[in-house]
């Protein structure tokens, strides 16, 4: 492939609905997955991390991953050959400024005006989808923006290995105790999918993602019920429990007591 001649720089750009199951893969061109709307799940060669339309990933050729996303989502994919152009040769330096874009894989935060052309180009490409040079000529400018911003030191996301940290789901239920949280909000924390968040989270904890709530729940109430002379109202309200009766139901079906009889053997 070096050794062609080619007359521009080559781009292949589409819009695409990501699937809520994927399989890794690899290929020998670089690629730019821009949200459009929506959320979706990113893993590069093991590490994971979120797109929505404020993100863009950036792939290395040849660099193991996979995209995948919820019901209502749509990227933006942008594919450019591996191969570059010579000193002299036509497109040589925008092709230096877009090589500096695929380093390492990262996503890159998008600032208002970047995320104006990604929506606007998203557009007219539904608009023109028959038309590849309308589509290559705006890959071309949403990649060159982003090599501008990412040399003007644009915010990046670091990808996270794969996996679950437990003490970090235990702070955030923690610091919301109070609050309704969902198995959405503590994948959302993981930067995973809910299928995925779940799947990883039997892995590492043995248990679900309910009963790790129910269960942070009930041992900051115990803790209080122990520790302080709090109404069970109260403590039933600042753990997270729609009533007094809903805890004190929890906790004699989990815990074996009611909130008088835990107090009562202190």
């Not at 191969?83 to 996503?107: C, N, S, T």
Request: glycine share 6%; with cysteine.
């Amino acid at each position: 492939m070096s050794g062609q001649r080619r007359e521009s720089i080559m781009l292949s750009a589409r819009l695409q609905t990501l699937p809520e199951f994927t399989h890794q893969h690899r290929h020998d061109h670089h690629q730019a997955v821009v949200g459009v709307y929506g959320r979706a799940e990113v893993n590069v060669d093991g590490r994971e991390g979120r797109l929505d339309t404020w993100r863009a990933c950036l792939v290395p050729a040849d660099i193991p991953h996979e995209f995948s996303g919820g019901l209502e989502n749509q990227v933006l994919v942008i594919n450019m050959d591996s191969w570059h152009p010579q000193p002299g040769e036509p497109h040589y330096q925008d092709f230096l400024a877009i090589r500096r874009l695929f380093r390492k894989p990262v996503v890159i935060g998008l600032d208002t005006h970047l995320q104006q052309l990604v929506q606007v180009s998203a557009t007219e490409i539904r608009r023109s989808s028959a038309d590849l040079g309308i589509r290559d000529h705006l890959a071309t400018a949403i990649l060159l923006a982003l090599s501008d911003r990412l040399e003007k030191g644009a915010e990046t996301v670091p990808l996270r290995r794969a996996g679950l940290d437990p003490e970090h789901l235990r702070r955030f239920v923690l610091e919301n105790l109070n609050e309704r949280i969902t198995v959405e909000d503590l994948a959302a924390q993981a930067c995973l999918s809910q299928s995925r968040f779940h799947e990883l989270f039997r892995e590492t904890m043995a248990t679900s993602p309910y009963r790790f709530l129910l269960n942070t729940r009930l041992d900051e109430a115990c803790q209080l019920l122990r520790t302080t002379s709090l109404s069970v109202a109260d403590i039933s309200s600042r753990t997270g429990f729609s009533s007094q009766s809903a805890f004190t139901t929890a906790l004699r079906k989990h815990r074996g007591h009611t909130p008088t009889q835990l107090r009562g053997r202190l």
